[in-house]
């Protein structure tokens, strides 16, 4: 199937005033200007000058997981009853059923990073699912990009409720360092009874077996991180266990741009559009993602759905265009640069031949406010 007659926005170095993208079994076979399109068969779809850009993607989401309109029924994404919960898996909570799921569709973004909210130090697991379908198993990007930590004002509060540590900055990195010590120590006694016949392996500990793949490196750590202070606690803690991290958030991080440019960290920046909720957000502005990308640091554009609803993707990125964003890295910040921060880039977020056939046309700027999209195509199928 193709697509013809379309102004393509790759997201790569390439940019086709008048091109074609060809697709089959839902990954990208071709893409180039119409000089050189196969001949056109009549299931192709005939853009008559749309622009067409890859799928969009929310790299820090919820969706799914804290379900539309519905209260502690469809609460499943912070379990508030242990502060170390690595274990726990996105996959295991996000209902594909929830509404939201096809308002993110015809708002254009083809995938999100949905996990656990910020209760716990550790919160557990950060799956990369399109927004496309009816079983999670078969809307997997990755079901598990790394493990999602908390550092800050919302494990205080929580726990501050309940009387149960952490009830300070202090003991919630102490949390995170106690667990990543114990899967490290763990991840060494396996390696010591699988070279030696005189060590027995460890006893099982399905906390330890979650961290595995983060204490290899293998698995990115999230960090929840507002405050500047909270950043660098992140990264001292990263710095520690020699992680692959990512800042969520950085609210603050325009505050110290040239520490946090010597750090070599991702941002997922967001929300911006929303109202100071609590006092590490007092310094919230929209012109921190420009700043921040202004700097050379690799920023993505997040809602924090359902703190904004996912559609807005797009307008989230138009705002930080208003207050100082380059336009081209903002479309990228919402495409290319959350799939490259996330590592899925292999599969997700520009029109290449070997990705996932993943389309959203329009007619005209998506930046602007007054436009829609007109078609999206998730996998190869038109939503």
């Given at each position: 199937?193709?697509?013809?007659?379309?102004?393509?926005?790759?997201?790569?170095d390439?940019?086709?005033?008048?091109?074609?993208?060809?697709?089959?079994?839902?990954?990208?076979?071709?893409?180039?200007?119409?000089?050189?399109?196969?001949e056109?068969?009549?299931?192709?779809?005939?853009?008559?000058?749309m622009?067409v850009?890859?799928?969009f993607?929310?790299?820090?989401?919820?969706?799914?997981?804290?379900e539309?309109?519905?209260?502690?029924?469809?609460?499943?994404?912070?379990?508030?009853?242990?502060?170390?919960?690595?274990?726990?898996?996105?996959?295991?909570?996000?209902?594909?059923?929830?509404?939201?799921?096809?308002?993110?569709l015809?708002?254009?973004?083809?995938t999100?990073?949905?996990?656990p909210?910020?209760?716990?130090?550790?919160?557990?697991?950060?799956?990369?699912?399109?927004?496309?379908g009816?079983?999670?198993?078969?809307?997997?990007?990755?079901?598990c990009?790394?493990?999602?930590?908390?550092?800050?004002?919302?494990?205080?509060?929580?726990?501050?409720?309940?009387?149960?540590?952490?009830?300070?900055?202090?003991?919630?990195?102490?949390?995170?360092?106690?667990?990543?010590?114990?899967?490290k120590?763990?991840?060494?006694?396996?390696?010591?009874?699988?070279?030696?016949?005189d060590e027995?392996?460890?006893e099982?500990?399905?906390?330890?077996?979650?961290?595995?793949?983060?204490?290899?490196?293998?698995?990115?750590?999230?960090?929840?991180?507002?405050?500047?202070?909270?950043i660098f606690?992140?990264?001292?803690?990263?710095?520690e266990?020699?992680?692959?991290?990512?800042i969520?958030h950085?609210?603050?991080?325009?505050?110290?741009?040239?520490?946090?440019?010597?750090?070599?960290?991702?941002?997922?920046?967001?929300?911006?559009?929303?109202?100071?909720?609590?006092?590490?957000?007092?310094?919230?502005?929209?012109?921190?993602?420009g700043?921040?990308?202004?700097?050379?640091?690799?920023?993505?554009?997040?809602?924090?759905?359902?703190?904004?609803p996912?559609?807005?993707l797009?307008?989230?990125?138009?705002?930080?265009?208003?207050?100082?964003?380059?336009y081209?890295?903002a479309?990228?910040?919402?495409?290319?640069?959350?799939?490259?921060?996330?590592?899925?880039?292999?599969?997700?977020?520009?029109?290449?031949?070997?990705?996932?056939?993943?389309?959203?046309?329009?007619?005209g700027?998506?930046?602007?406010?007054?436009n829609?999209?007109?078609?999206?195509?998730?996998?190869g199928k038109?939503?």
């Amino acid at each position: 199937m193709k697509i013809y007659n379309a102004e393509i926005f790759t997201m790569e170095d390439t940019h086709f005033s008048n091109g074609f993208v060809e697709f089959e079994n839902g990954v990208i076979t071709a893409v180039g200007d119409m000089t050189d399109c196969p001949e056109i068969a009549d299931t192709d779809v005939d853009a008559k000058g749309m622009r067409v850009y890859p799928g969009f993607i929310d790299a820090h989401t919820h969706l799914g997981m804290w379900e539309d309109g519905l209260g502690f029924e469809g609460d499943d994404g912070n379990e508030d009853t242990d502060p170390s919960t690595p274990h726990l898996r996105a996959i295991d909570a996000i209902n594909p059923d929830d509404f939201c799921f096809e308002e993110a569709l015809k708002g254009g973004v083809t995938t999100v990073l949905t996990g656990p909210g910020s209760a716990n130090p550790i919160g557990g697991q950060i799956a990369a699912v399109k927004t496309m379908g009816c079983r999670i198993d078969n809307m997997l990007v990755d079901k598990c990009c790394g493990v999602k930590f908390a550092l800050g004002e919302n494990p205080k509060s929580v726990y501050h409720g309940k009387n149960q540590t952490p009830v300070t900055r202090m003991a919630t990195a102490a949390i995170i360092r106690e667990q990543l010590n114990k899967a490290k120590r763990y991840m060494q006694d396996l390696d010591n009874a699988e070279n030696s016949e005189d060590e027995d392996k460890p006893e099982y500990d399905i906390k330890c077996e979650a961290l595995l793949p983060v204490v290899k490196g293998e698995k990115y750590a999230f960090f929840h991180a507002h405050r500047v202070d909270d950043i660098f606690t992140a990264a001292r803690i990263a710095q520690e266990f020699y992680l692959k991290y990512i800042i969520i958030h950085g609210t603050l991080g325009y505050k110290a741009v040239k520490e946090l440019k010597q750090l070599d960290v991702g941002v997922l920046c967001g929300p911006t559009i929303c109202d100071r909720s609590k006092p590490e957000l007092k310094g919230l502005t929209p012109e921190c993602a420009g700043i921040l990308s202004n700097a050379g640091i690799e920023t993505a554009i997040i809602t924090d759905h359902p703190v904004i609803p996912i559609q807005y993707l797009p307008l989230c990125a138009a705002v930080c265009v208003r207050d100082g964003m380059d336009y081209d890295t903002a479309l990228k910040a919402i495409t290319i640069t959350p799939a490259k921060i996330c590592g899925i880039d292999n599969k997700v977020g520009s029109i290449k031949v070997g990705k996932d056939a993943d389309f959203v046309l329009y007619n005209g700027d998506p930046l602007n406010v007054m436009n829609k999209p007109q078609m999206v195509f998730c996998g190869g199928k038109r939503a």
